[in-house]
């Protein structure tokens, strides 16, 4: 069966500081990767999806980058790090038929 | 922009009986998907109808689709506290890769 895991569960990391978020998915192949940030009490927005190695498309110019180096490894990463970035950031994946996403556990980001 | 709308924002209810969350959106869909979210946690795919769809069962769940008032609802039936999550509509809207679209969601508090 598919899995997907994500570390770290949480993080507290001050302003300027650097970022690095870490997504796999196991027990499928190719899959269709997902980066989304949910804002308290909110829906999720779409940061970043990817349908291959290497291949990133953003969909909110913002304060952070994503990168594919593995067919199932898709890692969240910023510079440095601004308020605003804090949130719970969640991976999903889904298969070639498009249908359901799965989710991760999710990160939850306080940046102080 | 295209993202859907729950209503209500928040239901309370007592075990055994019935709630139902409604999901507006704006655009022609491809799918619309409900999503459930405990506290803290990943998102659940629960269930999936289809724009030619208007009507869908999944054990307690039954999802209806009026794709001529671009609206969708869940009804969960003989709820139970173990219901207690906040629920998302998620639209597919898009022609060429998968991109859903989450409402603001529908905090649901089942007592016991």
């Known amino acids: 069966s598919q899995t997907i895991h994500q570390w770290p569960a949480t993080l507290v990391q001050p302003v300027g500081s650097p970022l690095s978020l870490e997504c796999t998915v196991e027990?499928?192949?190719?899959?269709?990767l997902y980066w989304y940030r949910q804002a308290a009490g909110r829906g999720l927005q779409l940061l970043f999806y990817s349908v291959g190695i290497g291949q990133i498309s953003s969909e909110v110019p913002q304060n952070l980058s994503a990168s594919r180096p593995q067919d199932r490894q898709f890692i969240l990463s910023s510079k440095k790090l601004l308020l605003s970035d804090s949130g719970f950031y969640l991976c999903?994946?889904?298969?070639?038929?498009?249908?359901?996403?799965?989710f991760g556990p999710g990160t939850r980001l306080t940046v102080l | 922009s295209q993202q859907g709308e729950e209503d209500p924002q928040a239901l309370s209810i007592q075990e055994g009986e019935n709630a139902t969350m409604n999901c507006s959106y704006k655009?022609?869909?491809?799918?619309l998907q409900w999503y459930r979210q405990n506290s803290g946690r990943g998102l659940v795919h629960l269930i999936l109808i289809r724009s030619n769809e208007r009507e869908k069962h999944s054990g307690r769940l039954r999802v209806t689709l009026d794709t001529s008032k671009k609206s969708s609802s869940l009804l969960i039936t003989a709820s139970r506290a173990a219901d207690t999550a906040s629920y998302f509509c998620?639209?597919?809207?898009?022609?060429?890769?998968?991109?859903?679209?989450f409402g603001t969601g529908t905090r649901l508090l089942v007592s016991p």
């Open positions: 655009t022609s869909i491809n799918n």
């Open positions: 998620a639209t597919d809207w898009s022609t060429g890769f998968q991109k859903l679209v």
């Open positions: 027990g499928t192949s190719n899959p269709n």
């Open positions: 999903a994946w889904s298969g070639f038929s498009y249908n359901e996403q799965f």
